[in-house]
């Protein structure tokens, strides 16, 4: 019957789909890509004319906490490649306890960054430091791309608590895990920001 | 997408050599390790005297790291090419534009 | 499935009927429904935009500022102008068309992201409107390019054009990462990359463009509203900011940017030139390519904005890649003129505005190869000449493919056709308008007359009023245009599924299209332009057939696949003169 040939082929299938899906968040990806470059280029131009008030400033502050705090992100990657790992396997439970793991290590990343931004504000970095002081330049080159990047942690652990709530719906299956899938992408891509921003930073 | 389509089911790596080691995760986990090993040298690193060496050894095992989750945990290894390129070719154009700004005489003094 | 020349044949079908105006004023994921939203939305902007033009054309009567009563009003005037044009009439335009026609024309039945395609859309309008309410503010002066320290010395209204523009990127790059994965992932069987129609390549490198330099935009103006708001001083020399930065971050979306305003134009009158003159398109892989390759190169070239203000060595190089990038437009200028070379040309309305794209691009063009190279430059940089530069490229290139776009595609999108005799004179005055205005400007340029100032040297008041009269035959040609548009609607020659007897998918339906844009699978005619084989014509009658202009008495009621077609539309108006609408060859 035409009728019903014409009702079949009425959308992509849900495999082309889920291939449409990961396609379009790649090339969210790739936007993404640009516009941290812009913000790292700019702090990098500052580090490579003012490397004192960058050193000035890692006296300040040390390396302890931010090395901790990477680990927790490179953990809660794992987490995640686990979760998308249990789902591919068909554990629901185990997909819900890995990715609310990856949303609790995300959360204490960004309650960490929060300390460490109330420690360089006590020591005087500051946003708009203005030419008198030392950390002259640095605090808007710093803050403007890890707060960039922060925001895009607080975004992802609410991404992973939904993810949480649909599998807690059992909206996942082994077919069907591409939503688990598109949050991995995006989740890892923060963390590689992350570990190029880290890098820059804190150690060169 | 057939089971065979994740080879990452099975929790056994083959290492160079034909050799094979048990992990619960399997690649995933070990990269994972790995990544966490590299982040020690680099800390470790970054209590060395300054230095164009120090920086680029730095940089390196920074973008091996991000290759790292790039081609495992987002799966560029098994995935399509295009994707591959949607994220090639906005990095070349972003570290050709980075390194323009970074490397282009400033015409004016502060 | 094969790729078979020949629809089954079926019942004939008028048209699904347009849908009710209230279906155009509420949230809709079928893209022909956004599509139009998009179109609507744009034009209204457009005629906003020229409005200001005229204004500023009617300051620049005299020498002084009297019109407007302060440099500032004239300077606010020609940031919104400007801005408006780009963002809100030309770029929202890409969206028109790329929605409406390019599902259709790869026999999709809606895009990859339906959601995210409304979405994209309903973003516009607050942006649009977020930027004109910088008039309560105090607007922006500081032009579309908004350099600091300029941008950063103004009113509230500058914030707000800030965040409008930011909105509207997120929206842009939203609409393109849809274009991508629909023209990529979406194709029917029997059509492969290179046999796909070459408004979808268009399309297809803009989005691409889009989606990698739109970003660079996003992080300058996120750092520009941070320098308004938040008290840093990224582009605040004086505090250890850098101007330069602005503007090379800038030039690296604008520049490739200018390339996303007129790909669609050169992608519409690919198939406009073809239809209207009977005869397949010379060098379709070249067109295709060179698309892409534009995209490419245009990301090499930005610092030729620069000339004056870059580094002096680097002047050379960026001089070299802006002359590279006139190659693979050349090779689209001259591929489209052996299309139409002896061919059957037809001199309708879209024909025309193609015809006019052709003449005034080049010299577009070529006027961009005189400001690109340096020492010539030097010499004209910021002055008049360099506006008439590009508004050459962007309304004698861009705007008048979108012109030849609306008039190749307003049959399908309404199932009525234009009146031809309005788009003759729309046609006429445009052309005749728009050199009017614009070559009495590049005389100005070359003496020197700055741009975007209210006032110039009484020596050149003869080239101003000339420009000046020519502006508002021009703003008189939109007139036209808008007036046949509503003439159309209501009393427009019902169109048929195919009145211009064109190969490619989105005329095998009815005008306008049922909801899922097809009655069966779509199959792609083998070669898109395979005009004026025996085969191309039996093709095209029995779609004729199929899709008739009008029908004798409406028959198919109770058929099987009906539940999808309403009613002919206006089966009164097109019965008489239906027969014979828009027979070609």
Redesign the interface.
């Given at each position: 019957?035409?009728?019903a040939?014409?009702h079949a082929?009425?959308?992509?299938s849900p495999q082309?789909?889920a291939?449409?899906?990961k396609?379009?968040v790649w090339?969210?990806l790739?936007?993404?890509?640009?516009?941290f470059?812009?913000?790292i280029t700019?702090y990098a131009?500052f580090r490579a004319q003012n490397p004192d008030t960058v050193f000035h400033v890692r006296e300040e502050l040390g390396i302890a906490l931010v090395s901790f705090n990477t680990f927790l992100l490179l953990t809660s990657s794992w987490a995640m490649v686990m979760g998308l790992r249990a789902i591919q396997a068909g554990k629901q439970r185990a997909l819900m306890a890995w990715i609310g793991l990856t949303a609790l290590l995300g959360t204490a990343f960004v309650g960490l960054q929060y300390v460490e931004y109330t420690e360089l504000a006590h020591a005087g970095v500051a946003?708009?430091n203005?030419?008198a002081s030392v950390f002259?330049?640095f605090g808007?080159?710093f803050y403007?791309p890890t707060a960039?990047h922060g925001a895009h942690v607080i975004i992802g652990v609410i991404w992973a608590l939904w993810v949480v709530w649909r599998a807690w719906k059992g909206r996942y299956s082994t077919e069907n895990y591409v939503g688990v899938e598109t949050f991995g992408l995006y989740w890892h891509f923060v963390d590689v920001v992350w570990i190029l921003l880290f890098t820059l930073i804190y150690l060169v | 997408m057939t089971d065979e389509a994740h080879p990452h089911h099975h929790d056994a790596i083959i290492l160079p050599g034909d050799r094979r080691i048990r992990l619960p995760g399997g690649i995933y986990t070990f990269v994972f390790v790995v990544l966490a090993l590299l982040t020690l040298i680099e800390i470790f690193l970054a209590g060395m005297p300054e230095g164009p060496a120090r920086v680029l050894v730095l940089f390196g095992i920074a973008i091996g790291k991000a290759a790292l989750v790039v081609i495992y945990y987002m799966h560029l290894k098994d995935d399509r090419r295009?994707f591959a390129w949607t994220l090639l070719?906005?990095l070349i154009?972003a570290t050709l534009?980075g390194f323009?700004?970074l490397l282009?005489?400033?015409?004016?003094s502060? | 499935m094969a790729t078979a020349s020949l629809p089954i044949r079926?019942e004939p079908r008028i048209s699904a009927g347009l849908p009710r105006v209230g279906e155009f004023m509420r949230w809709s994921v079928d893209h022909k429904i956004i599509g139009v939203q998009y179109m609507v939305v744009a034009l209204s902007f457009f005629f906003i935009g020229g409005i200001l033009a005229m204004l500023m054309r009617w300051e620049l009567l005299t020498p002084d500022v009297d019109f407007f009563g302060d440099g500032a009003v004239y300077n606010s005037a020609m940031t919104m102008h400007g801005t408006i044009m780009i963002f809100l009439w030309v770029i929202p335009m890409i969206g028109a068309m790329g929605n409406y026609v390019v599902p259709l024309q790869i026999g999709a039945?809606?895009m990859?992201?339906p959601w995210?395609n409304a979405f994209a859309f309903w973003i516009i309008p607050p942006a649009g409107i977020l930027m004109l309410l910088g008039w309560l503010v105090g607007p922006a002066e500081a032009g579309w390019t908004s350099y600091p320290p300029l941008s950063l010395l103004g009113h509230d209204g500058q914030l707000l054009w800030a965040v409008s523009l930011h909105l509207l990127g997120i929206s842009s790059?939203l609409g393109?990462?849809?274009f991508?994965?629909t023209i990529?992932?979406?194709r029917p069987e029997g059509m492969p990359l290179f046999r796909m129609p070459l408004l979808c390549w268009a399309v297809l490198a803009t989005a691409l463009i889009i989606?990698?330099?739109?970003?660079?935009l996003?992080?300058?103006l996120?750092?520009l509203i941070?320098d308004m708001v938040?008290?840093?001083?990224?582009f605040i020399?004086a505090?250890?900011g850098?101007v330069?930065?602005w503007q090379?971050?800038f030039w690296?979306y604008s520049h490739p940017a200018v390339y996303i305003m007129v790909l669609p134009s050169m992608g519409i009158i690919s198939e406009v030139l073809s239809v209207h003159s009977r005869k397949p398109v010379f060098g379709y892989r070249m067109i295709a390519l060179s698309s892409m390759s534009i995209a490419l190169v245009g990301?090499t070239v930005w610092a030729h904005h620069m000339f004056t203000?870059?580094?002096p060595?680097?002047r050379i190089p960026f001089m070299i890649t802006s002359m590279i990038i006139a190659v693979p437009t050349g090779i689209k200028i001259f591929s489209w003129l052996a299309t139409i070379w002896g061919g059957k040309i037809h001199f309708t309305s879209a024909m025309n505005f193609a015809l006019g794209f052709l003449s005034l691009f080049l010299i577009g063009g070529l006027t961009g190869v005189i400001v690109g190279s340096v020492p010539v430059d030097i010499h004209l940089h910021d002055t008049y000449f360099v506006v008439s530069h590009f508004h050459f490229t962007l309304y004698g290139g861009g705007v008048m493919g979108l012109f030849a776009g609306v008039y190749h595609w307003w049959p399908k999108i309404t199932g009525r056709m234009l009146n031809e005799g309005l788009g003759r004179w729309h046609f006429w005055l445009t052309f005749i308008g728009f050199l009017w205005t614009f070559l009495p400007q590049q005389i100005a340029g070359m003496m020197g007359m700055p741009r975007r100032v209210a006032t110039y040297d009484p020596s050149l008041l003869i080239y101003n009023q000339l420009s000046s009269l020519g502006a508002f035959v021009l703003g008189a040609s939109a007139l036209f245009f808008f007036y046949n548009l509503g003439w159309s609607l209501a009393r427009g020659r019902v169109a048929g599924g195919n009145p211009w007897r064109a190969l490619t998918l989105e005329w095998a339906t009815t005008s306008p299209p049922p909801p899922?844009n097809?009655?069966?699978?779509p199959v792609p005619y083998p070669n898109p332009y395979g005009y004026g084989s025996d085969a191309a014509r039996e093709y095209l009658d029995e779609q004729q057939r199929r899709f008739p202009a009008a029908l004798e008495a409406p028959t198919d009621e109770g058929s099987?696949?009906a539940?999808?077609a309403t009613q002919p539309a206006g089966t009164s108006a097109g019965s008489s003169a239906g027969t014979s609408a828009g027979q070609q060859q």
């Amino acid at each position: 019957m035409a009728e019903a040939t014409a009702h079949a082929h009425h959308g992509p299938s849900p495999q082309e789909q889920a291939e449409n899906i990961k396609f379009g968040v790649w090339l969210y990806l790739a936007s993404e890509v640009i516009i941290f470059s812009v913000f790292i280029t700019i702090y990098a131009m500052f580090r490579a004319q003012n490397p004192d008030t960058v050193f000035h400033v890692r006296e300040e502050l040390g390396i302890a906490l931010v090395s901790f705090n990477t680990f927790l992100l490179l953990t809660s990657s794992w987490a995640m490649v686990m979760g998308l790992r249990a789902i591919q396997a068909g554990k629901q439970r185990a997909l819900m306890a890995w990715i609310g793991l990856t949303a609790l290590l995300g959360t204490a990343f960004v309650g960490l960054q929060y300390v460490e931004y109330t420690e360089l504000a006590h020591a005087g970095v500051a946003i708009n430091n203005t030419n008198a002081s030392v950390f002259a330049g640095f605090g808007m080159r710093f803050y403007t791309p890890t707060a960039f990047h922060g925001a895009h942690v607080i975004i992802g652990v609410i991404w992973a608590l939904w993810v949480v709530w649909r599998a807690w719906k059992g909206r996942y299956s082994t077919e069907n895990y591409v939503g688990v899938e598109t949050f991995g992408l995006y989740w890892h891509f923060v963390d590689v920001v992350w570990i190029l921003l880290f890098t820059l930073i804190y150690l060169v | 997408m057939t089971d065979e389509a994740h080879p990452h089911h099975h929790d056994a790596i083959i290492l160079p050599g034909d050799r094979r080691i048990r992990l619960p995760g399997g690649i995933y986990t070990f990269v994972f390790v790995v990544l966490a090993l590299l982040t020690l040298i680099e800390i470790f690193l970054a209590g060395m005297p300054e230095g164009p060496a120090r920086v680029l050894v730095l940089f390196g095992i920074a973008i091996g790291k991000a290759a790292l989750v790039v081609i495992y945990y987002m799966h560029l290894k098994d995935d399509r090419r295009i994707f591959a390129w949607t994220l090639l070719v906005p990095l070349i154009f972003a570290t050709l534009g980075g390194f323009f700004l970074l490397l282009s005489p400033v015409p004016y003094s502060t | 499935m094969a790729t078979a020349s020949l629809p089954i044949r079926q019942e004939p079908r008028i048209s699904a009927g347009l849908p009710r105006v209230g279906e155009f004023m509420r949230w809709s994921v079928d893209h022909k429904i956004i599509g139009v939203q998009y179109m609507v939305v744009a034009l209204s902007f457009f005629f906003i935009g020229g409005i200001l033009a005229m204004l500023m054309r009617w300051e620049l009567l005299t020498p002084d500022v009297d019109f407007f009563g302060d440099g500032a009003v004239y300077n606010s005037a020609m940031t919104m102008h400007g801005t408006i044009m780009i963002f809100l009439w030309v770029i929202p335009m890409i969206g028109a068309m790329g929605n409406y026609v390019v599902p259709l024309q790869i026999g999709a039945r809606d895009m990859a992201f339906p959601w995210l395609n409304a979405f994209a859309f309903w973003i516009i309008p607050p942006a649009g409107i977020l930027m004109l309410l910088g008039w309560l503010v105090g607007p922006a002066e500081a032009g579309w390019t908004s350099y600091p320290p300029l941008s950063l010395l103004g009113h509230d209204g500058q914030l707000l054009w800030a965040v409008s523009l930011h909105l509207l990127g997120i929206s842009s790059i939203l609409g393109a990462i849809n274009f991508i994965v629909t023209i990529l992932n979406m194709r029917p069987e029997g059509m492969p990359l290179f046999r796909m129609p070459l408004l979808c390549w268009a399309v297809l490198a803009t989005a691409l463009i889009i989606v990698l330099a739109t970003p660079f935009l996003a992080g300058a103006l996120t750092l520009l509203i941070l320098d308004m708001v938040a008290g840093t001083s990224f582009f605040i020399a004086a505090q250890g900011g850098d101007v330069l930065l602005w503007q090379n971050v800038f030039w690296f979306y604008s520049h490739p940017a200018v390339y996303i305003m007129v790909l669609p134009s050169m992608g519409i009158i690919s198939e406009v030139l073809s239809v209207h003159s009977r005869k397949p398109v010379f060098g379709y892989r070249m067109i295709a390519l060179s698309s892409m390759s534009i995209a490419l190169v245009g990301f090499t070239v930005w610092a030729h904005h620069m000339f004056t203000s870059l580094t002096p060595e680097l002047r050379i190089p960026f001089m070299i890649t802006s002359m590279i990038i006139a190659v693979p437009t050349g090779i689209k200028i001259f591929s489209w003129l052996a299309t139409i070379w002896g061919g059957k040309i037809h001199f309708t309305s879209a024909m025309n505005f193609a015809l006019g794209f052709l003449s005034l691009f080049l010299i577009g063009g070529l006027t961009g190869v005189i400001v690109g190279s340096v020492p010539v430059d030097i010499h004209l940089h910021d002055t008049y000449f360099v506006v008439s530069h590009f508004h050459f490229t962007l309304y004698g290139g861009g705007v008048m493919g979108l012109f030849a776009g609306v008039y190749h595609w307003w049959p399908k999108i309404t199932g009525r056709m234009l009146n031809e005799g309005l788009g003759r004179w729309h046609f006429w005055l445009t052309f005749i308008g728009f050199l009017w205005t614009f070559l009495p400007q590049q005389i100005a340029g070359m003496m020197g007359m700055p741009r975007r100032v209210a006032t110039y040297d009484p020596s050149l008041l003869i080239y101003n009023q000339l420009s000046s009269l020519g502006a508002f035959v021009l703003g008189a040609s939109a007139l036209f245009f808008f007036y046949n548009l509503g003439w159309s609607l209501a009393r427009g020659r019902v169109a048929g599924g195919n009145p211009w007897r064109a190969l490619t998918l989105e005329w095998a339906t009815t005008s306008p299209p049922p909801p899922l844009n097809f009655y069966e699978d779509p199959v792609p005619y083998p070669n898109p332009y395979g005009y004026g084989s025996d085969a191309a014509r039996e093709y095209l009658d029995e779609q004729q057939r199929r899709f008739p202009a009008a029908l004798e008495a409406p028959t198919d009621e109770g058929s099987t696949s009906a539940s999808l077609a309403t009613q002919p539309a206006g089966t009164s108006a097109g019965s008489s003169a239906g027969t014979s609408a828009g027979q070609q060859q």
